[in-house]
């Protein structure tokens, strides 16, 4: 009965993942009633990943370990992957676990501002109210701000850490939402050709010639600068390149023999598109992803340098302006969160370059 | 002739290109019977995929289109019934074989999951029954260990291997035509051989109809009950396999027959058709065959040849063999 149904929908994984879908959006219209939130906008986006990413990532590669192993050995080959994998992995746990650790990333205190990380010291003239002079101090770093503090006292470690998660938040849930509707658009363009194609390709120009910061500071400016919207913004704009590149794959596809072959046993056009067009075009897919993330977590810092990033959260942008303020007194305030932008960006890009390797017919010994 | 199970009459199929348009198919008719098997001939370009794309309505559109005609199956126009009923019919009614066993198959999905998608849409089985029946069709077309091979991917297989894969995803519903597109052209020899062994069984065993499609006179002559020779868009001439072989009468089939090596006969070359075949663009106002015709007519020229009845139900379009032409006493020897 089950598997019946699941025939239906192309196979049982995918009638599991409706059904979790259908679960969500049953929370949702009760969160819409209820008075109490059960979930935070942000947590259906997580949900909705983590769905994808156990039903789409994890169980195929554990039933194909075979071919999980060639690419693993492959990438591997790689050396600076395998650092960037174990970077994200390690910023994953950060973000993960690294706020319940640290102290509050927002609380101001004046008194120990300006503190140097560990193994740093500076001199600093200080004003002394009741003898009205000026005096110089000598501030060492100590490790109860094992990262310093900037000029409100706040803790540079609790910020950092506070801002990987922003960066990965922003980074993999807008390059989610870019790929999903790039990698759809671009493969409904070259399967169904024609008038359909021509419009969506020249939609997808007059996108990509549009200044595209311009129209994120257009939308927050419009919807308000929360997370949820730089998240959307990131992800609406972000999607031309895939389409452009996804649509020229499965035009070259579209004419192989195994599509007009599944067409004479009498498939459907649906099912062509999402059997044959969709997984084949996928190994690309992750690549444009791996590559596209980086982008996206810039794009973030950028914004909310400029300050129109989410208030009430501390991003990597956020102490960047903060800390580009008083670069003259304080210079790991901006130097911290740069370096951890440069690293975070590296990361992704080493892994995807060694993906894209792995999944290269051409690099085959 | 209640035997006939696929009626194609008068099909006419143009493709649009840059340059003008071709007349790929222009005109043919023929019929295949029930638990024949019909071989279609020609050499390359002269429409014989075209004539199998078209039955199942299979050609890319743009820039082709099927300008007239019709192909009966059962009860309906092939041309012309709605999509649904045409997909339950492919694969389900008329599966077809393509040439290139290598691109034909879906690179990222096992070959077991490949021929069950046809039993799980047709047949509505689910998916453990599917992949056993699956099994079953491998070891029915050969795979050998066919248990172990059944959640290998496409590139694991040779390309024998991989034809009979797509030979046992096409028998999958158990059609009652199977259209086999030159299967053998990219195989070699001996391989060829056994996927010609399976088909002839397929036919003894099941009854099955077979359109299969080629270049190669030698493959032919083994396998068809009737041959339709095509040249340049055209049926020149149909028969059964000994009419053609024992007494081809269209000059372009003699040709044809000529350019076969033989065993028997003395013959230190083989004698190729001179000249190559017209742009179909613009295709010789009379019968397509007559600038490279050894014998033809002043008539050849203008005016299209009509199929004529050789003997039997062999047909030829030539007009040498026209009652009128033959009287004259012009009789090709």
């Known amino acids: 009965m089950l598997t019946k149904i699941g025939n239906k929908v192309g196979g049982l994984r995918n009638l599991l993942f409706l059904c979790a879908l259908m679960l969500l959006a049953l929370v949702l219209v009760l969160d819409i009633y209820a008075v109490d939130r059960i979930l935070e906008p942000l947590g259906y986006f997580y949900i909705v990943f983590a769905l994808l990413a156990i039903f789409y990532g994890i169980y195929p590669l554990y039933l194909s370990r ?15 992957a395998v650092f960037g994998l174990v970077f994200i992995f390690f910023l994953v746990a950060v973000a993960i676990a690294g706020p319940f650790l640290t102290q509050d990333p927002t609380k101001v205190r004046f008194q120990e501002k300006n503190v140097p990380p560990v193994g740093f010291s500076i001199t600093q003239s200080v004003y002394d109210v009741k003898t009205d002079t000026f005096s110089t101090v000598h501030i060492p770093g100590t490790w109860r701000h094992a990262l310093g503090t900037d000029d409100k006292g706040r803790d540079m470690l609790a910020m950092l850490v506070s801002g990987a998660r922003v ?10 939402i870019a790929i999903l509707i790039g990698t759809v658009l671009g493969v409904l363009s070259a399967y169904l050709g024609g008038w359909v194609d021509n419009a969506l390709m020249r939609f997808t120009d007059v996108m ?16 308000g600068p929360s997370l949820t919207f730089v998240i959307l913004a990131i992800g609406l704009t972000g999607w031309t390149g895939t389409a452009r590149l996804v649509r020229s794959e499965a035009l070259s596809l579209r004419t192989r023999e195994f599509v007009m072959a599944s067409r004479s046993l009498g498939a459907s ?35 909310s340098f400029i300050g129109l990033g989410d208030p009430t959260v501390t991003s990597w942008g956020v102490v960047l302006n903060a800390g580009q303020r008083t670069l003259d007194t304080a210079w790991w305030v901006a130097v911290e969160p740069g370096v951890m932008l440069f690293l975070t960006v590296l990361a992704f890009n080493f892994l995807g370059d060694g993906i ?7 690099s085959q010994v | 002739m209640d035997n006939t199970i696929l009626k194609v009459k008068d099909l006419k199929v143009h493709f649009f290109t840059r340059h003008g348009v071709v007349k790929a198919v222009d005109g043919d008719s023929f019929d295949m019977r029930r638990g024949e098997s019909l071989c279609l001939v020609g050499e390359s370009g002269c429409g014989k995929t075209t004539v199998a794309l078209s039955v199942l309505r299979l050609l890319d559109s743009p820039p082709g289109k099927i300008m007239g005609g019709e192909i009966l199956y059962g009860g309906d126009d092939l041309l012309k019934c709605p999509d649904d009923r045409l997909r339950q019919i492919r694969g389900n009614k008329i599966a077809m074989i393509f040439q290139d066993p290598q691109s034909s198959l879906n690179p990222v999905f096992t070959v077991g999951d490949q021929i069950a998608e046809q039993l ?13 029946k699956s099994l ?21 297989f040779s390309g024998g291997m991989r034809q009979r894969v797509m030979i046992a995803a096409a028998l999958s519903c158990n059609p009652e035509i199977l259209i086999a597109d030159e299967p053998t052209t990219a195989l070699d020899t001996t391989v060829k051989a056994q996927i010609m062994d399976i088909f002839r069984d397929l ?42 072989f024992d007494h081809p009468t269209h000059p372009y089939t003699r040709g044809l027959l000529n350019c076969l090596p033989s065993v028997s006969a003395i013959r230190d070359r083989l004698t190729p058709i001179p000249g190559a075949i017209p742009s179909l663009i613009n295709p010789p106002k009379g019968c397509v065959f007559d600038p490279r015709c050894e014998c033809r007519l002043p008539l050849c020229a203008t005016v299209r040849p009509e199929e004529v009845v050789a003997s039997g139900d062999h047909t030829v379009a030539c007009h040498q063999c026209a009652p009128s032409v033959v009287g004259e006493g012009h009789k090709p020897s």
């Open chain 1, 269 to 303: 056009d649906s099912r062509i598109v999402f059997r044959h067009l969709i997984p084949n075009v996928l190994s690309s897919v992750i690549v444009i992803t791996t590559l596209s993330i980086p982008g996206v977590i810039l794009a973030e810092s950028a914004l």
């Open chain 2, 120 to 132: 799980k849409l047709h047949l509505k089985l689910g998916h453990r029954e599917a992949m056993e």
């Open chain 1, 167 to 176: 960066s990965l938040q922003v980074g993999l849930l807008a390059t989610l």
């Open chain 2, 203 to 244: 036919k003894r065993e099941k009854n099955m109809s077979i359109l299969f499609i080629t270049h190669d006179m030698g493959t032919v002559a083994g396998f068809a009950d009737r041959i339709v020779v095509m040249y340049g868009g055209r049926i020149v001439e149909t028969g059964s396999a000994l009419d053609i």
């Open chain 1, 66 to 80: 075979r071919l999980t192993r060639y690419y693993w050995d492959r990438t591997k080959r790689h050396r600076l």
């Open chain 1, 356 to 362: 894209r390797d792995a999944f290269d017919p051409r």
């Open chain 2, 136 to 156: 079953r069709l491998m070891e029915q077309v050969g795979i050998p260990r066919a248990a172990e091979r059944i959640n290998d991917y496409p590139h694991q």
């Open chain 1, 208 to 223: 990509m010639t549009f200044p595209f910061f311009l129209l994120l500071v257009f939308i927050i400016f419009i919807f």
